[in-house]
């Protein structure tokens, strides 16, 4: 038998409504939903760590596939990152011959011998009930429900390599086992192996009786070069002036294949609304950026500010995806701003019969960098993200009526931006948004 893996294909989905209407479609637009590209990411560039093979050579991709829409210029600018990457890990009970669970290491943590290593397995309800000084934790393996830091700070994993411990294993409170990380600064504070598991997976290993675990970790971690693609779409009809929007996605992914969700499906849907914009009148540019190391630790974004600071200054709104198109769920769309951007936003999703809900508050990702320079964003994302930043991140459970939706919403809102003489809404992300943008932007 022959074709496809059907995890690996795209399907139609007749129970999926589509938009309609608005001014696109009006001026006789075709508005596509980008499937082509995401299947092109996943098939081809599976793997996408920051600065790894697959990432810029989707770089590359991405660059010719936007220069045949039409945009120019575009570049590749290479981004210094410390980049993580890492071989499968292997969890078993109670030795290395035992019942094998699903695990993923926690990224910028530490690795065991090439062998692995067994050890006496403790247990916590939670890391804040660890008792660090207690020096019966030496060389054991501690086994702890719910997390173990995240980006934001190393001091359990410090605290965890001061008690000697010989590693330790977060229970994830989910279905499918995630792969999430501490900041980069953790590679410096130790060798420590951190592997994550589900929540089923540790009540397998609660309900064996098992009071040992073998594990084995293998992490490389180093100095990497990322790949952010800025390209501009330029005005082609007499330009009202040099003020611009800006589309953008994250290229990078975790070290799990294939990441279609997050952000395969993103970085398609980006690329395909300027494709569909280089169909239509524009009055003015339009720019596009993705970006490297959102995963880890925004040097993409904070690059593209730096490099490019007349771009900036004349930005007057982000359009950003993050995490988009599974089948199951519903449309929310994040909105940093003027409280007039996100009535703007309101009104093009009703003229296009796109049903979404709209949040206002401090976006955290990519665009939170722009803010520290005035640039309010829109972040539209598909929820609920159940297998992010894991293995099940599979094309087979993406929709292209859904990316459609999508990136219909985007190119419209930007072909009314770029031909109306005024625009809707001021360029203000709030206050509170540029001060933690500073925070980020200097970090």
Not at 121 to 128: G, I, K, T
Not at 270 to 293: H, K, N, P, Q, S
Not at 327 to 340: F, R, S, Y
Not at 365 to 375: C, I
């Amino acid at each position: 038998m022959t074709g496809k893996d059907p995890a690996r294909s795209l399907r139609r989905f007749p129970l999926l409504t589509a938009t309609r209407g608005g001014r696109l479609e009006a001026a006789g637009v075709n508005i596509g939903s980008g499937a082509e590209i995401l299947e092109t990411i996943c098939d081809r560039y599976p793997n996408r760590t920051t600065g790894g093979e697959g990432e810029q050579a989707q770089a590359r991709h991405l660059a010719d596939v936007l220069r045949t829409s039409g945009l120019d210029p575009v570049t590749i600018d290479p981004v210094p990152c410390l980049g993580c990457d890492f071989e499968p890990a292997q969890l078993r009970v109670p030795d290395r011959t035992g019942m094998a669970l699903d695990s993923l290491p926690v990224t910028f943590t530490g690795s065991t011998p090439p062998d692995g290593l067994t050890a006496a397995l403790v247990y916590a309800d939670d890391v804040d009930f660890v008792d660090f000084a207690d020096p019966r934790l030496r060389g054991k393996l501690l086994l702890v429900f719910g997390w173990f830091g995240d980006y934001s700070h190393t001091r359990y994993y410090e605290a965890a390599i001061q008690a000697g411990l010989e590693g330790v294993i977060v229970v994830r409170d989910s279905e499918h086992t995630i792969c999430y990380g501490l900041p980069p600064a953790a590679a410096a504070c130790g060798n420590l192996p951190v592997a994550s598991i589900s929540h089923p997976s540790a009540m397998k290993l609660m309900q064996s009786g098992a009071t040992a675990a073998f594990l084995k970790v293998r992490q490389t971690i180093r100095e990497v070069v990322g790949s952010n693609v800025v390209a501009c779409l330029p005005a082609n009809a007499p330009k009202l002036d040099d003020r611009t929007f800006l589309v953008s996605a994250h290229l990078d992914a975790k070290p799990v294949r294939p990441a279609a969700a997050d952000n395969a499906a993103g970085t398609a849907m980006a690329v395909e609304v300027m494709r569909v914009l280089a169909g239509a009148e524009r009055r003015r540019d339009i720019w596009f950026a993705g970006y490297t190391d959102e995963e880890h630790g925004f040097s993409g974004s904070r690059h593209f500010a730096r490099n490019h600071p007349d771009l900036v200054a004349r930005c007057w709104a982000q359009f950003y995806y993050d995490g988009h198109g599974t089948i199951v769920g519903h449309n929310k769309l994040v909105v940093t701003g003027h409280e007039q951007l996100g009535s703007f936003m309101r009104q093009v999703a009703q003229d296009i019969r796109h049903p979404m809900k709209v949040e206002s508050r401090v976006n955290t990702l990519d665009p939170l960098v722009l803010f520290a320079f005035g640039v309010p964003a829109v972040q539209v994302e598909r929820v609920p993200q159940r297998t992010w930043h894991t293995g099940q991140d599979i094309v087979a459970d993406i929709a292209p009526e859904v990316m459609r939706a999508g990136v219909h919403l985007y190119a419209e809102a930007l072909y009314r931006l770029a031909n109306e003489p005024e625009l809707p809404f001021p360029r203000d992300p709030g206050d509170e948004a540029r001060e933690r943008g500073r925070e980020k932007a200097g970090a």
